[in-house]
């Protein structure tokens, strides 16, 4: 019995040692365990007589009891003091500042791709690509560029090292490609926009090795110049968000058109600023005409059945007539502050009734 109360004592004291709920569960296993000292015990009631047992065993199963009281007791203990430290370590003081959020922006090129995409897919045009790396035939020859011809150095083309057969493929110097790829590959009428990136050897204020373009292509069986000038004229009022924009087809050349044109529209430039739609001066935004005979031909298209219209403009061009944006280099220069300051908001995406530029 004596032993018995020295074990009570011994296993309480443990109890309120322990100080973390895996100390405690060592102290309930070394006691009430399998092979815990109390279980021993009980074990050793069956040696007794019953007298003894009946005593003995009393009083065995009160210790057994208050022994696991007590774990019980330390265990709860333990758990609302681990609570409350993880309160207390974890509080969140609300009255604090919110911290700065960093949200990125949508790159005025990504903005003005998608404005301009938004427009043309309204009017019905079909979005078409090719690859940046393009072989002489569809960058040049296909298009009407004679072998020789000057318009080739015109491009400040950038070649690729010469091939096993002799061929030089370059980086594309303009979208028009895309318009022979998509005439091999569909039966007219075909109406397309390309958007892509182009490559020239020129660097300055309003030049980048990389830059990017907008090519267009209706091609069917009555299509006519009329119709060109009323799509640019849709688009224009569409992008710069202007009414009645006055526009001037200039003569021009290029080799894949004929007539070719170079499209003004009117602006003022009173006071340094510009002003799209208003005024008497006249700005240069692209470059069109009908499709000339030789590139349907290239293309397996009889010229006395189909004729069309092509446009092709720069995309950083316009960007920056829009949003007033003086150097073509900071396009390009990922300043984390022009970001910021020329930046469209994520979730604005452009649309003709939800608004182009914001
Ligand atoms: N490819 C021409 C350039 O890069 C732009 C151009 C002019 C495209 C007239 C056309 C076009 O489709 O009809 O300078």
Redesign the pocket.
């Known amino acids: 019995m004596e032993d018995l109360e020295t074990l009570r004592a011994e296993l309480m004291s443990a109890v309120e040692a322990a100080s973390d709920p895996a100390a405690l569960e060592e102290v309930r296993v070394s006691a009430l365990g399998k092979k815990g000292r109390v279980t021993a015990l009980m074990k050793a009631l069956g040696g007794m007589d019953p007298e003894q047992r009946k005593a003995f065993g009393q009083e065995m199963n009160r210790v057994k009891a208050a022994v696991a009281e007590a774990i019980d007791q330390r265990r709860a203990a333990l758990e609302a003091a681990a609570l409350d430290a993880r309160l207390e370590r974890e509080r969140i003081d609300v009255t604090l500042p919110v911290r700065p959020e960093s949200t990125g922006s949508i790159h005025p090129i990504s903005q003005t791709w998608d404005e301009v995409v938004a427009i043309f897919a309204q009017m019905g045009f079909a979005i078409a690509e090719g690859p940046d790396i393009e072989d002489d035939f569809h960058n040049f020859t296909a298009?009407n560029f004679p072998p020789d011809h000057p318009a080739r150095e015109m491009?400040d083309t950038f070649f690729l090292p010469e091939r096993a057969d002799g061929t030089r493929h370059v980086l594309r110097?303009?979208?028009?490609p895309v318009?022979i790829r998509t005439l091999l590959g569909q039966k007219p009428p075909v109406r397309v926009l390309a958007p892509g990136r182009?490559y020239r050897s020129d660097s300055d204020m309003t030049h980048t090795p990389m830059f990017h373009?907008f090519?267009?292509?209706v091609i069917d069986q009555s299509t006519h110049m009329g119709h060109l000038k009323g799509c640019l004229q849709e688009f224009v009022e569409a992008y710069f968000e202007v009414d009645n924009v006055p526009m001037r087809f200039r003569p021009?050349f290029?080799p894949?058109?004929e007539p070719?044109?170079?499209v003004d529209i009117g602006c003022s430039r009173k006071g340094g600023e510009l002003r799209i739609g208003a005024g008497d001066d006249w700005l240069e935004i692209?470059?069109?005409?009908m499709?000339h005979p030789n590139v349907l031909r290239a293309c397996g298209l009889d010229p006395a059945e189909y004729q069309g219209?092509?446009?092709?403009?720069?995309l950083e061009r316009i960007a920056m007539l829009k949003y007033g944006i003086p150097d073509l280099r900071t396009f390009f220069e990922s300043d984390l502050r022009w970001l910021r300051h020329y930046g469209f908001g994520a979730l604005d995406v452009p649309t003709l009734h939800g608004g182009l530029g914001r």
């Open positions: 298009l491009h110097t303009h979208t028009s318009q182009t373009q090519e267009g292509l021009s290029f894949f058109t070719s044109a170079e692209l470059g069109c005409g499709v219209f092509a446009f092709g403009m720069g």
